[in-house]
């Protein structure tokens, strides 16, 4: 498999040293591995901190910005952050409001960011943590007890960025976020396999005219193998999983939604997938508010796609809407 | 190759339906083929209109907004939009202030626009045309006589787009847009081929251990195929073959600079491939005055990237800062 890298250990740390470059609005710590926010910390306001392997970008540091995130902390591809990065971003965002560290539930991320938060707490440093555990697709993973953490993380990093942003507390944030990560169903389809640079080749096989329903973020095996669907099918399977583990379309409230890209899926397709998943949600009496479709929480060069349903309210809704402004997901200032 | 599609010759439409469900700031018009702004005729506003065929997401519909283009026209995969689409967009946005088409340099496109514009004038609509043709790589190829236009047009409309927001007249706007297609320059390589949804497969073969130097966005030949080279090797060839073509660094003006990938190439890879762009820039004597990575203007699932330099001054730069709002190109506001 054919990469433009240097060489695989180089990897992440020229990708921080191509964004510093493209950046000039964060802090790009190459040799610490962190991206934080210029003006952090931000007298006053909660620092969201998260992080986790690379390999899925822009999560996390396509995030870090105004109404999102203080910090990002990039491992290596496909493995979890060093405890010592995480510690030192939350000392380095915190303004005395405390941080709310956004665990993505991986094995190794939930031990490396417990123990930051507690690096953190020694230092006097209020600490809190969310974890995210959406993928409905399989629970005890390859990388996981208990459901692997994907797409929802956004829609956590969003909207509890924006209620820190706003000057919420501590507590008020941790709570939303943790309401919002139950609030997320996701569900993954790949088409074809990533390669990592590590191995340099395709990380697990899919025969031609097979996908496989169910995928994670790294290739860990999904539910099922099934002859190749169309875009129409992909959709009602993806779509009825996810509403049969929320028990079905909730009543009287919106979704907001992400199509998510795995990587090389290109964009002409997944809007096309879009619109099929947007009319199955429809046929079976959801409401959607908000959409969001691209490459957001990706597999490095992994085919496929993924979307994550997040049951909102008017709060979440206008906290969605409120301004951002990060490498990859900006409006509304 | 296994595809994110219903049916081939549904691809476009579908993406259309799914646009139109995720951005209800925009007019998409299934049926007729075009994008267009909700705010559309914007008064007293030159309306800039472009297109070509789809396969290049986000380009062109997804620089739809305030500051950037009034109206896309989306042809099928790789194939230009007829005379008909474009002069319905632009008598669609015409304001009276006019209209400029900016037409990538494409045999079949640079017909159809004129065509369009021809269509448009004889219903009083003053329309004037802007010809991007910045890919330095080869002239005359399957596709085109004269030079191709690629990842520059997004300089255009958005330089353009800035100045008639801003209130430019017609000819100011096609004057400026005129200079920016003068000032870019662009330079592309193919690490795999794209598989087009009508082919379902590989457009060209690309062995094992090769790369292609100076690849278009239809995955047209190239300059020449060598064994694969690491990102500060492909780095060196583009940014050199970049600057050989402009007569070397320009003095005391900086470049806006694109970093883009074609479609399948992590991002984790674009920003190292950045880094070394970069480097290699600042050892040739050049300034970088702002730079943009990700994928813009791509070729579907093609592995690869191109640079694109726009040498700028005070004037331009200005017009880059300034507030653009699409689906996904988006600051300031």
Same mark, same amino acid.
């Given at each position: &498999?054919? &990469? $433009?890298?240097?060489?695989?250990?180089?990897?992440?740390?020229? *990708?921080?040293? #191509?964004?510093?470059?493209?950046?000039?609005?964060?802090?790009?710590?190459?040799?610490?591995?962190?991206?934080?926010?210029?003006? /952090?910390?931000?007298?006053?306001?909660?620092?969201?901190?998260?992080?986790?392997?690379?390999?899925?970008?822009?999560?996390?540091?396509?995030?870090?910005?105004?109404?999102?995130?203080?910090?990002?902390?990039?491992?290596?591809?496909?493995?979890?952050?060093?405890?010592?990065? +995480?510690?030192?971003?939350?000392?380095?965002?915190?303004?005395?409001?405390?941080?709310?560290?956004?665990?993505?539930?991986?094995?190794?991320?939930?031990?490396? =960011?417990?123990?930051?938060?507690?690096?953190?707490?020694?230092?006097?440093?209020?600490?809190?943590?969310?974890?995210?555990?959406?993928?409905? /697709?399989?629970?005890?993973?390859? =990388?996981?007890?208990?459901?692997?953490?994907?797409?929802?993380?956004?829609?956590?990093?969003?909207?509890?960025?924006? /209620?820190?942003?706003?000057?919420? @507390?501590?507590?008020?944030?941790?709570?939303?976020?943790?309401?919002?990560?139950?609030?997320?169903?996701?569900?993954?389809?790949?088409?074809?396999?990533?390669?990592?640079?590590?191995?340099?080749? @395709?990380?697990?096989?899919?025969?031609?005219?097979?996908?496989?329903?169910?995928?994670?973020?790294?290739?860990?095996?999904?539910?099922?193998?099934?002859? &190749?669907?169309?875009?129409?099918?992909?959709?009602?399977?993806?779509?009825?999983?996810? $509403?049969?583990?929320?028990?079905?379309?909730?009543?009287?409230?919106? =979704?907001?939604?992400?199509?998510?890209? &795995?990587?090389?899926?290109?964009?002409?397709? $997944?809007?096309? =997938?879009? +619109?099929?998943?947007?009319?199955?949600?429809?046929?079976?009496?959801?409401?959607? *508010?908000?959409?969001?479709?691209?490459?957001?929480?990706?597999?490095?060069?992994? *085919? #496929?796609?993924?979307?994550? $349903?997040?049951? +909102?309210?008017?709060?979440?809704?206008?906290?969605?809407?409120? @301004?951002?402004?990060?490498?990859?997901?900006?409006?509304?200032?």
């Amino acid at each position: &498999m054919k &990469m $433009l890298i240097n060489a695989p250990e180089r990897v992440v740390a020229d *990708a921080l040293r #191509g964004m510093a470059a493209a950046h000039p609005e964060l802090v790009v710590d190459v040799e610490n591995r962190m991206v934080v926010r210029r003006d /952090a910390p931000v007298s006053g306001k909660v620092a969201l901190v998260s992080g986790g392997g690379s390999g899925h970008e822009p999560l996390h540091a396509g995030f870090v910005g105004h109404g999102m995130l203080d910090a990002a902390c990039p491992g290596e591809v496909f493995t979890s952050p060093v405890p010592d990065q +995480a510690f030192r971003a939350a000392t380095a965002t915190d303004s005395g409001a405390g941080v709310l560290f956004v665990v993505k539930n991986y094995t190794g991320d939930v031990l490396n =960011f417990d123990m930051a938060m507690e690096l953190a707490e020694d230092e006097g440093v209020r600490a809190a943590r969310v974890l995210v555990e959406d993928d409905v /697709a399989v629970t005890d993973s390859l =990388f996981t007890a208990g459901r692997r953490g994907t797409g929802g993380t956004l829609f956590v990093e969003k909207l509890a960025g924006a /209620a820190a942003e706003q000057g919420a @507390p501590l507590e008020t944030v941790e709570a939303l976020a943790r309401r919002v990560a139950e609030a997320c169903r996701s569900y993954g389809v790949a088409l074809g396999p990533c390669s990592t640079p590590a191995k340099g080749g @395709p990380t697990f096989d899919l025969p031609t005219g097979e996908l496989e329903l169910g995928i994670g973020i790294h290739g860990e095996p999904g539910r099922e193998r099934r002859a &190749m669907m169309t875009a129409a099918e992909i959709a009602e399977v993806t779509v009825d999983a996810l $509403l049969e583990d929320l028990g079905g379309p909730p009543t009287g409230r919106p =979704f907001l939604a992400l199509v998510n890209g &795995m990587g090389a899926t290109p964009l002409l397709e $997944l809007y096309g =997938f879009n +619109a099929e998943v947007q009319r199955v949600l429809a046929e079976r009496g959801a409401v959607v *508010a908000r959409t969001l479709v691209g490459n957001y929480v990706t597999s490095l060069d992994m *085919a #496929g796609c993924s979307v994550t $349903l997040c049951e +909102a309210d008017e709060e979440l809704l206008r906290l969605w809407d409120a @301004p951002v402004s990060t490498a990859a997901l900006r409006w509304g200032r």
